[in-house]
């Protein structure tokens, strides 16, 4: 099972192609394809991909869930699929999708944009309609991988992968009329994970290639970027709560070779990797960096059978005493629930 979304009335799970609100199944998405019969045999589940990558609820009554190549608009009381969204050729899954004020959700372009095509931020509300806010014109970004609201500024935030010399931080304005350079040009910027605060931007960052670090800007001094902490391994997912940041460091393989059967069996982790565990992390409003745990990487090949991670619900404001979040492809927790408390 993977936690999904959780809030003090909501909570969204996914187990063996199904899709459940409060323990009650809503959704099944066998229909999709013929991978989705082996759903359930978790080794089959992980070299298809046949989970949903992230899912997050606009109301009370709208799901919206990202999965196989499309996003869904699901209505709860019906227990149907209203709309699908399919992603643009050669793109895949969005990475992250972001709630704001109960009104929208929104999402960005993500996947292997190797012509660097135009890169699209969306909106869809909760009549299911959907909007192209913002264009990244040809030749600027790689791909979005998180778009993250700004409350003490009204603002969002989008960071933006992975290669080139426009690619890092930027900055939107609530309509998206206004989008401006925060960080860019420089591995330091690239970014899947991040924390606004009062007086600065914290990230964590997502290099293969370069050791990773914690990194923290002011905003009164946007050309002092001062490095928090080094981590053990690039952060592809996250989640802000409201006690903080969590983090899970990645075991991720060495960059792709010429031959794709070398590529899909190399074992050797990215140089950007510092050991073959996946660090738990907490980074609280204060700054202080705490490790909450570490979970050893299990042994099959990371490019077939995904890499080692955490991945995490989309938490709703509030506090909660205990957390939930995804174990993937490490030992005794791989498909199962990790709970911790703060």
Not at 139 to 163: A, C, P, Q, V, Y
Not at 230 to 252: A, D, F, H, K, Q
Not at 292 to 311: V, W
Request: hydrophobic share 40%; proline share 4%.
């Amino acid at each position: 099972m993977k936690i999904l979304f959780q809030s003090r009335n909501h909570v969204l799970a996914y187990d063996g192609s199904v899709l459940f609100h409060n323990n009650d199944p809503i959704v099944i998405f066998s229909y999709l394809s013929w991978k989705f019969r082996f759903s359930r045999i978790r080794i089959l589940s992980r070299l298809f991909r046949l989970e949903p990558r992230c899912a997050t609820m606009l109301n009370d009554d709208i799901v919206i869930l990202a999965m196989s190549n499309r996003v869904f608009f699901i209505n709860v009381a019906e227990k149907r699929i209203s709309k699908v969204i399919l992603v643009p050729d050669g793109l895949s899954t969005p990475l992250n999708l972001t709630t704001f004020n109960d009104e929208y959700v929104y999402w960005g372009d993500y996947g292997m944009n190797r012509d660097f095509h135009p890169i699209n931020i969306y909106r869809i509300d909760k009549n299911g309609d959907v909007k192209v806010l913002y264009t990244f014109p040809a030749n600027s970004i790689f791909h979005i991988h998180n778009i993250l609201f700004d409350k003490w500024n009204e603002r969002f935030f989008i960071l933006t992968g992975d290669f080139g010399d426009n690619v890092g931080i930027y900055t939107a304005d609530l309509n998206f009329t206004k989008v401006v350079p925060f960080l860019v040009g420089n591995e330091q910027y690239r970014a899947v994970q991040g924390m606004a605060l009062k007086d600065g931007f914290l990230w964590a960052t997502d290099a293969v290639l370069n050791k990773n670090h914690i990194y923290y800007v002011s905003y009164s001094e946007p050309g002092k970027v001062e490095c928090l902490s080094e981590i053990n391994g690039s952060v592809i997912y996250g989640c802000n709560i409201s006690e903080g940041l969590l983090l899970s460091t990645t075991v991720e393989p060495y960059p792709s070779s010429k031959s794709f059967l070398k590529t899909i069996l190399d074992d050797r982790i990215a140089p950007g990797v510092v050991d073959r565990n996946v660090y738990l992390l907490h980074v609280d409003k204060n700054k202080k960096i705490s490790i909450l745990g570490k979970y050893k990487k299990d042994c099959l090949p990371m490019q077939l059978f995904q890499y080692g991670q955490i991945t995490f619900p989309y938490y709703d404001a509030g506090h909660y005493d205990t957390i939930q979040c995804n174990g993937m492809a490490i030992k005794k927790f791989d498909g199962k629930i990790i709970k911790l408390s703060l």
